[in-house]
């Protein structure tokens, strides 16, 4: 064995996940956080990520996002809360008449995803036919998903006094009614996993799902982080239970550090690569066995090594003796001085 048998592999440190071949993962995100370009990350590590609602080809990268094309698999808005996304689905299903905001100068909001169309649609025909379009594309959706990526985080959401419905709080530009607002209780949030778990049982029977909870802004207060905390808490209970449902800590992280990173950067690529595998099912430990360097004796285990060599032994020793006779001449010399100046 050569002395470059003994060194560690320093390219397999330094190397990053092994591409992932194009189209061999295929995943469907519902929810989108402008801020955060986790679609962006999913089709640059090789994903094939489902686009059900796809915008016009001739329209600008910017403005595409302004109106959520492309931001996720479809145009449904932050969600976020699983009380939302429960009750989207259930519309899905049962396809109740929109819940729509009335603004000052005419136009109409869709309450449930006020973001999407922030100047609003001309009239109540055209909200109901959007709402009717975005539904049937849902639907197809869920029906061909293989794994649906749920990104949650703790939007304040606003709850119709008449209907029990429950919409984001809309970003100002948006003149919602004075609907009171509906926490994010243990309770309500155990009670929305649950009816996320019946809706997903009829529209996509076979669909793995991985849940990542987002990160409380930075500047979040006290109360909103606490909020953060029990959406976590809940969701990670929720997997456990259920064999179809993942839920990773880690992967919560890696897809928090997309927002410190430049989209156009190798770090953001390298990332981009992992959490496309994480969220495609494998396994962390698997992606990252064999890449670590291997560690570093102890530093008493060490010594002990290096004081029962022979060969260092004898330096050793060689040391001492040289030490030795060093002291004595020295004593010889001085004492040789001080009887030539005593003459």
Excluded: N
Aim: net charge negative.
């Amino acid at each position: 064995m050569t002395d470059a048998d003994d060194e560690p592999d320093t390219d397999a440190v330094d190397a990053p996940a092994a591409p992932v071949v194009a189209g061999t993962i295929r995943l469907s995100l519902l929810g989108a956080d402008p801020a955060l370009p986790l679609a962006q990350a999913l089709r640059r590590g090789g994903a094939a990520l489902a686009d059900a609602e796809p915008g016009p080809k001739q329209a600008s990268a910017e403005l595409l996002a302004r109106f959520h094309y492309g931001l996720a698999s479809a145009r449904a808005g932050r969600l976020g809360d699983v009380r939302l996304i429960a009750q989207l689905l259930e519309e899905v299903a049962a396809r109740p008449a929109p819940l729509l905001w009335p603004q000052p100068d005419g136009t109409q909001i869709d309450a449930a995803r006020p973001e999407v169309d922030p100047a609003g649609l001309p009239d109540v025909a055209a909200a109901t036919a959007y709402r009717a379009a975005h539904l049937d594309a849902l639907a197809k959706l869920l029906g061909e998903t293989e794994t649906l990526i749920l990104p949650l985080s703790a939007p304040v959401l606003l709850c119709d006094p008449q209907s029990g419905r429950l919409a984001p709080r809309p970003a100002p530009g948006v003149v919602p009614p004075g609907w009171p607002e509906a926490p994010g209780t243990a309770d309500a949030l155990d009670a929305g996993f649950a009816r996320l778990q019946a809706a997903l049982t009829t529209l996509a029977p076979k669909a793995a799902l991985r849940l990542i909870v987002l990160p409380a802004p930075a500047e979040a207060s006290s109360e909103t982080r606490a909020a953060h905390a029990l959406v976590a808490s809940r969701a990670a209970a929720w997997a456990r239970a259920e064999d179809r449902v993942a839920q990773d800590p880690v992967l919560d992280a890696l897809v928090a550090r997309l927002a410190t990173l430049p989209a156009e950067g190798r770090d953001f690529d390298r990332l981009a690569t992992l959490i496309t595998r994480l969220c495609g099912g494998a396994d962390l430990l698997d992606l990252v066995e064999g890449t670590a360097a291997p560690l570093a004796p102890p530093p008493e285990t060490d010594r002990k090594a290096r004081q029962k060599d022979p060969e260092r032994r004898a330096k050793r020793k060689a040391k001492a003796e040289a030490r030795d006779k060093g002291r004595t001449a020295k004593v010889m010399c001085e004492d040789e001085l001080l009887e030539a100046f005593s003459k």
